[in-house]
């Protein structure tokens, strides 16, 4: 079900992007692969000049003349991988302080890599954004097709605008991350084990994160598994929510819940190929809190801010999915899998009130059922249907 073959997908970063080029110099836009960062910069800058870092005949281009070949393109230069020269952002730095009017964009799908080089030579010069995925709301009224449909196309722009099957997307970029990214990354002499890890991860999607018992269950040491996790997250395949803390009198959970930044890849690491697999699938609710969890993280992305969500969960077993912090205020929300409410979905809303008081201002279940309603306290609302403060 693709867009469209030719379209491009207009991105919300879209606006962020353009208001942030207008006030710096050199713009970072950093994300998962084919997310859609080049597309989304060629769109906002079409006459930059374009490069890519990873064509080596292009970095031994660059790299003979780095200043000369920077200064050729003051009026605006589009590097795609730059990570790849790290000392080209020292001569960034340079030509920058010299030349007030250049305009360059750097893109990268580590995080790690891209961001020290950055933080170590382009502070206060750069500004940074994060692409993920495409959003429910940028892939329009595609959003209104089956949930299993969503939850297993994710959001990857080749699946929406092209049409290419999601699971052969998924399985090239499980495929291509692992021969290239990993292994650069990290010395992995054992890949299986690697393999084995990241099917593990997914096999505990929304749940909290215990290197422990993976290190037990591989046969790797926990700083290994550490080690493994955080290039994960540095190369934007997984991420951490964190736990809610605040002085409350109560006994919280330390460790964090782990979700992926895309279903997709979740489903195929799973061995879910269609949708029979998934309706009968154990984790199918998983995923889909998996979903909504990272529809308010693209939000936070999408407007250049940094996340502000937490899970609440004390010793007690009483746990709320997610928590968004807006200063000392606190939005918390229930997500659920069902097509049909029930009051029981309020249980735990109507507790963590009653633990933080008046900072709660708005509590919401966010399920996959057709009405949307609110009460003196509660909403209830369709995961497609999530407004966002603008």
């Given at each position: 079900m693709a867009i469209s073959s030719k379209e491009f997908i207009l991105r919300i970063l879209d606006s962020e992007l353009n208001r942030l080029s207008k006030l710096y110099t050199i713009i970072v836009v950093t994300g998962p692969r084919q997310s859609g960062k080049t597309s989304l910069?060629?769109?906002q800058f079409p006459n930059y000049h374009y490069i890519n870092l990873e064509n080596p005949t292009t970095r031994e281009q660059v790299m003979a003349a780095p200043k000369a070949f920077l200064e050729e393109h003051l009026g605006g230069l589009i590097i795609d991988e730059a990570r790849h020269i790290p000392e080209l952002f020292s001569y960034l730095q340079v030509i920058v302080d010299e030349h007030e009017d250049a305009k360059y964009v750097l893109t990268g799908s580590s995080n790690f890599a891209l961001l020290q080089s950055v933080t170590q030579s382009l502070a206060g010069r750069a500004a940074i954004l994060t692409l993920l995925p495409l959003s429910l709301n940028e892939i329009?009224?595609?959003?209104?097709?089956?949930?299993?449909?969503?939850?297993?196309?994710?959001?990857?722009?080749?699946?929406w605008a092209k049409g290419i099957p999601a699971n052969d997307v998924t399985q090239n970029y499980y495929n291509t991350y692992i021969e290239r990214d990993v292994r650069q990354l990290l010395n992995i002499k054992d890949i299986n084990r690697f393999q084995v890890f990241m099917k593990l991860c997914a096999g505990r999607v929304g749940s909290e994160f215990n290197a422990s018992s993976l290190s037990n269950e591989i046969g790797v040491s926990v700083p290994t598994i550490q080690e493994w996790l955080n290039?994960?997250?540095?190369?934007?395949?997984?991420?951490?929510?964190?736990p809610f803390f605040r002085n409350i009198g109560k006994r919280l959970?330390?460790?964090?819940?782990?979700?992926?930044?895309?279903?997709a890849l979740a489903c195929f690491l799973l061995g879910i190929e269609n949708e029979q697999h998934l309706d009968a699938h154990p984790l199918r609710g998983a995923i889909f809190e998996n979903l909504v969890v990272l529809e308010f993280m693209k939000n936070r992305f999408n407007k250049g801010k940094l996340p502000n969500l937490y899970f609440y969960r004390d010793k007690s077993q009483h746990e709320v999915d997610l928590v968004e912090e807006k200063g000392l205020q606190l939005h918390?929300?229930?997500?659920?899998?069902?097509?049909?409410?029930t009051r029981d979905f309020l249980n735990n809303l109507n507790y963590l009130r009653k633990v933080v008081g008046q900072d709660i201002t708005s509590t919401q279940v966010i399920y996959d059922g057709p009405d949307d309603y609110e009460t003196s306290e509660n909403g209830v609302i369709n995961f497609r249907n999530i407004k966002f403060d603008s």
């Open positions: 910069c060629k769109h329009g009224e595609h959003k209104n097709t089956s949930t299993n449909t969503l939850l297993l196309n994710g959001g990857y722009p080749a699946v290039t994960l997250e540095a190369s934007y395949v997984v991420f951490r929510l964190p959970v330390k460790s964090p819940k782990i979700y992926f930044y895309d279903t918390a929300y229930e997500i659920k899998s069902a097509k049909a409410f």
